[in-house]
């Protein structure tokens, strides 16, 4: 899975299109779309559009949670292969774990894992889970089997006590909001690192977050901020300034709904 990837949040219609297949041009190879968010079909346009082979690009959905009652999930996963384009995503993620635990967690995770047996996605991920929602994951599925989990992460919610976790049950972290929506343009830390380097606070952010192993998943419907965002890739940070910028972490959480998990 690329470090760098393209999140499609907002990305609908033509001018969504447009957005992602300006990042495929750019050289992100990771795109990063939702049952929710209905820009599948853009994906699938932009994909096809872009003359990339399959396997070039490295796809991610999200199963909602209104998918998670039993008999339900399958056929949602397939629908999305469908509104891509594709046979198969790369990787499938459970959105949120299910509001209030409505639904028990084992009903839709062994849903999830039919669906990774039937050859709907090569891999199985989580999103928004806890250490305790991840540990009781792995009593029903087994060590391995959940790969990802995508959480709100960015220098000002760096969220070091459940990414320790996951990387020591060798589960990658997904950093989703990973600039924080231009919270972090005046932060004199990574303005003084950015001007070091001749990068956009933006651009630090994203170079520290990939210097820590986590996969980011910007986006923007300007071309400028797309281009701009994959230049972190080229990015490399000291080690003392990975250090100043992980000690810039405030625990504000942007995205937290009423129904959520409770926090680590």
Same mark, same amino acid.
């Given at each position: 899975?690329?470090?760098?990837?393209?999140?499609?949040?907002?990305?609908?219609?033509?001018?969504?299109?447009?957005?992602?297949? $300006?990042?495929?041009?750019?050289?992100?190879?990771?795109?990063? /779309?939702?049952?929710?968010?209905?820009?599948?079909?853009? =994906?699938?346009?932009?994909?096809?559009?872009?003359?990339?082979?399959?396997?070039?690009?490295?796809? /991610?959905?999200?199963?909602?949670? &209104?998918?998670?009652?039993?008999?339900?999930?399958?056929?949602? $996963?397939?629908?999305?292969?469908?509104?891509?384009?594709?046979?198969?995503?790369?990787? *499938?993620?459970?959105?949120?774990?299910?509001?209030?635990?409505?639904?028990?967690?084992?009903?839709?995770?062994? &849903?999830?894992?039919? *669906?990774?047996?039937?050859?709907?996605?090569?891999?199985?991920? =989580?999103?928004?889970?806890?250490?305790?929602?991840?540990?009781?994951?792995?009593?029903?599925?087994?060590?391995?089997?959940?790969?990802?989990? &995508?959480?709100?992460?960015?220098?000002?919610?760096?969220n070091a006590k459940l990414a320790a976790y996951c990387n020591s049950r060798e589960i990658s972290v997904t950093c989703y909001q990973p600039i924080s929506k231009g919270r972090l343009k005046d932060d004199p830390v990574l303005t003084r690192i950015g001007k070091q380097h001749g990068a956009s606070v933006e651009q630090v952010a994203l170079a520290w977050e990939m210097a820590r192993g986590?996969?980011?998943?910007?986006?923007?419907?300007?071309?400028?901020?797309?281009?701009?965002?994959?230049?972190? /890739?080229?990015?490399?940070?000291?080690?003392?300034?990975?250090?100043?910028?992980?000690?810039?972490?405030?625990?504000?959480?942007? =995205?937290?709904?009423?129904?959520?998990?409770?926090?680590?």
């Amino acid at each position: 899975m690329p470090l760098m990837g393209f999140g499609t949040y907002g990305r609908t219609g033509a001018a969504g299109i447009a957005a992602i297949s $300006l990042a495929l041009e750019t050289g992100y190879r990771h795109l990063d /779309t939702a049952q929710d968010y209905n820009t599948e079909r853009e =994906v699938g346009e932009a994909v096809r559009a872009s003359g990339l082979a399959r396997n070039e690009v490295f796809l /991610t959905t999200k199963v909602a949670t &209104q998918n998670f009652a039993e008999g339900r999930l399958v056929p949602s $996963l397939r629908k999305s292969c469908e509104e891509i384009g594709v046979d198969q995503v790369d990787l *499938a993620l459970i959105h949120w774990p299910s509001p209030r635990g409505e639904v028990p967690l084992a009903t839709y995770l062994t &849903q999830l894992a039919e *669906a990774q047996s039937l050859g709907l996605a090569s891999l199985m991920g =989580v999103s928004n889970f806890t250490i305790a929602l991840l540990e009781e994951a792995e009593a029903i599925l087994g060590k391995g089997a959940i790969v990802n989990n &995508q959480v709100e992460l960015n220098p000002y919610i760096t969220n070091a006590k459940l990414a320790a976790y996951c990387n020591s049950r060798e589960i990658s972290v997904t950093c989703y909001q990973p600039i924080s929506k231009g919270r972090l343009k005046d932060d004199p830390v990574l303005t003084r690192i950015g001007k070091q380097h001749g990068a956009s606070v933006e651009q630090v952010a994203l170079a520290w977050e990939m210097a820590r192993g986590y996969c980011a998943i910007p986006t923007s419907s300007r071309a400028e901020r797309i281009r701009s965002n994959y230049e972190a /890739t080229r990015l490399s940070l000291a080690p003392d300034e990975i250090a100043a910028i992980d000690a810039l972490d405030r625990g504000r959480r942007a =995205v937290d709904p009423a129904w959520g998990p409770e926090w680590d």
